[in-house]
């Protein structure tokens, strides 16, 4: 994870770029892994700071954590960007272009999940006032919202989005926070956009992890190219996740700089440039591939994540999650010599973002919310 991966030789247009221009991780988890390490979360925001990274996410909870785990690692977090004099909390776009003019690095929140809601929807409003980039309704398994992506008809059956999950997304249009499709069940993600199509159109979705079932082959994770349409026809992205597990040939790495941009390229092909971005699932700390490669029960994929990181802690070769402050010039660089203008670099590394939180910003001023728009949805 960030303490592995090493730096990418990149140009010194490519850093200015990177420098000069707004840059987001859609999606981080740093400080969520293994035991917290002030120290070790302190050096990796002071990295993404000094190479140009704008703004991240930060995953503050995923199914099954409830209320209390999202709260707790919050404050934790805060309280340490409180001493950090180049880190702010950013809860707006506002905030994230302050960070970029000022040369410093902002902190948001995100969730895998759900459940961290305490089964009462209107809890996204105290995620609103904190200022949540995005939340999705399911990780991985069955939960309140429905089921999650390893819930496949070879493994034991799939459902869809529960009326407890349409409930959350009212509240999500309400507060003007983008709905995750990341970890969704294929049944749960063709129900929520179903949904939100008949209630609320204009309400972006996103990936804010994920890479192309179409080129990558992990099977229980990717998704669909119908699904990458879908968010694109709401006006979302598809944040790709450069994790040699999940995108890297048949699930072992590492993951080549040649490899990134098939990946890119078939995105803008099927739904355009406005419609991808970057979400590093990356971390401080390497407790993931330890906890994966320790029970072949952790995740019910057939054994897949369990062999890969098995094969990488044996082989002592890195998982190979790209910290944007280590490869992110190193992309721009790769993109500019296949052919991509620094108009198109500029809107995958932070452009498109941003236009989605705007869309979303201006939902949220509005706030024309009715108390709930299931009875309409039933008829």
């Not at 002030?38 to 996410?57: C, D, H, L, W």
């Not at 409003?125 to 309140?144: E, K, P, W």
């Not at 992890?209 to 979302?236: F, Q």
Request: charged letters at 20%; proline letters at 4%; one cysteine or more.
């Amino acid at each position: 994870m960030g303490h592995e991966s090493k730096f990418k030789p990149a140009s010194d247009e490519a850093k200015k770029f990177i420098q000069d221009n707004i840059t987001i991780d859609n999606l981080n988890v740093v400080g969520t892994l293994g035991a917290w390490n002030p120290e070790s979360v302190k050096e990796y925001f002071t990295r993404a700071q000094e190479n140009g990274i704008t703004a991240m996410s930060l995953t503050a909870a995923w199914d099954p954590h409830r209320l209390e785990v999202l709260t707790t690692y919050v404050a934790r977090m805060q309280g340490l960007i409180a001493d950090m004099p180049n880190v702010v909390s950013v809860q707006s776009t506002a905030d994230i272009e302050n960070a970029q003019k000022n040369g410093k690095l902002g902190v948001m929140f995100c969730t895998q999940g759900s459940e961290c809601l305490d089964g009462n929807p209107e809890n996204v409003g105290l995620l609103s006032r904190i200022g949540f980039s995005s939340v999705a309704l399911i990780y991985n398994l069955r939960y309140q919202a429905g089921d999650g992506r390893y819930m496949a008809d070879d493994i034991g059956g799939v459902g869809g989005l529960t009326l407890y999950g349409r409930s959350v997304i009212d509240q999500l249009v309400r507060h003007g926070i983008p709905l995750d499709f990341s970890h969704l069940s294929k049944p749960a993600s063709y129900d929520a956009f179903e949904y939100l199509q008949k209630t609320a159109p204009e309400h972006p979705i996103i990936y804010s992890h994920s890479s192309p079932e179409a080129i990558c082959e992990y099977p229980y994770r990717n998704v669909t190219d119908e699904e990458i349409e879908m968010v694109a026809k709401t006006g979302g992205f598809m944040a790709i996740s450069i994790f040699s597990i999940m995108v890297a040939p048949n699930g072992y790495g590492p993951v080549t700089m040649e490899r990134v941009l098939e990946i890119i390229d078939h995105i803008v092909k099927l739904v355009g440039i406005d419609h991808v971005a970057l979400g590093s699932d990356d971390s401080d700390d390497n407790a993931v591939l330890d906890s994966w490669g320790a029970s072949a029960d952790l995740y019910p994929d057939k054994g897949w994540v369990f062999e890969r990181c098995t094969y990488a802690i044996e082989n002592k070769i890195p998982t190979d999650v790209w910290e944007p402050a280590k490869t992110w010039a190193a992309i721009y660089d790769a993109m500019k010599a296949h052919g991509y203008s620094d108009e198109d670099c500029a809107k995958l590394f932070g452009g498109n973002t941003m236009r989605v939180y705007k869309q979303c910003e201006q939902r949220n001023r509005q706030h024309d919310y009715v108390p709930s728009k299931l009875a309409s949805y039933m008829g």
